[in-house]
């Protein structure tokens, strides 16, 4: 056996911090009130570590790229059938892998154009009708609850490979290795710093777009006429 780097750095802080966004949007939309203004703090921060995901998918080093990992279904049947052999995310953890980013692009993005019917507005709800703010706020509140299943068959399917394939994924993504035979044994290179920078630079425009700084102000209304008292 050897050990390999698996996990690089960048993917490593984003899956954390994206861990600790997610439980700061959930904590605070329950205290709702003045904790809102938080809430669409967090929802920003998904939004930039999403942005940062997908293209670190294509720039990022070795085991972080889409094209190394996802794979159509004969590779998930193969890896059914126990006949699957790599290193990285597995077929079928691939396609969570996915979902979960699809997911929480989706929660992210529709909050941005929400309101919660009483005070407070997404950064970006001046874009649409109200009626869409309102089907878009709608479908916010009902993908919370898709988001909360997923996130916890993630979080069984590494309690399953700790415990009954004695495979520890946990400490890989706190680490960025992993022992492994040595006839796989194949570091994950590349994703250097000016794919990092690349990557940075992107997620701080989205993040920029997506909290309302680009679109401009209301005209603002035209004041009253004056009596003059003639």
């Known amino acids: 056996m050897t050990v390999i780097r698996l996990w690089d750095l960048p993917l490593r802080l984003f899956h954390w911090l994206l861990v600790t966004a997610v ?4 904590a605070t939309i329950k205290a709702g009130g003045d904790w809102m203004v938080w809430h ?5 921060a998904v939004v930039g570590l999403l942005s940062f995901r997908i293209v670190w998918g294509f720039i990022g080093s070795r085991y972080a790229r ?18 699957w052999q790599g290193l990285g995310h597995n077929p079928l953890g691939a ?5 979960l980013l699809g997911l ?5 993005v529709s909050g941005l154009f929400a309101n919660d019917e009483i005070a407070f507005n997404g950064p970006l709800v001046p874009l649409v009708s109200s009626g869409w703010s309102d089907t878009l706020s709608s479908w ?3 993908t919370e609850w898709y988001l909360y299943g997923l996130v916890a068959l993630h979080v069984a399917a590494v309690l399953y490979y700790k415990v009954v394939r004695k495979d520890n994924l946990l400490k890989p993504m706190i680490t960025g290795r992993k022992v492994v035979p040595p006839e796989v044994a194949v570091d994950g290179t590349g994703g250097g ?3 990092l920078v690349v990557a940075l630079a992107v997620a701080a425009v989205v993040v920029v777009a997506a909290s309302g700084e680009l679109i401009p102000p209301a005209p603002a209304p035209e004041p009253p006429p004056q009596n003059l008292g003639w």
Request: charged residues 15%; hydrophobic residues 50%.
């Open 23 to 26: 439980i700061g949007s959930v």
């Open 40 to 44: 669409e703090r967090f929802g920003l």
């Open 66 to 83: 889409f094209s190394m990992f996802v794979r159509g279904p004969g590779a998930v049947v193969r890896y059914l059938r126990g006949q």
């Open 95 to 99: 396609w969570s892998v996915l979902a």
């Open 104 to 108: 929480f692009g989706f929660q992210a």
């Open 140 to 142: 916010h509140r009902q």
């Open 193 to 195: 710093p000016v794919a």
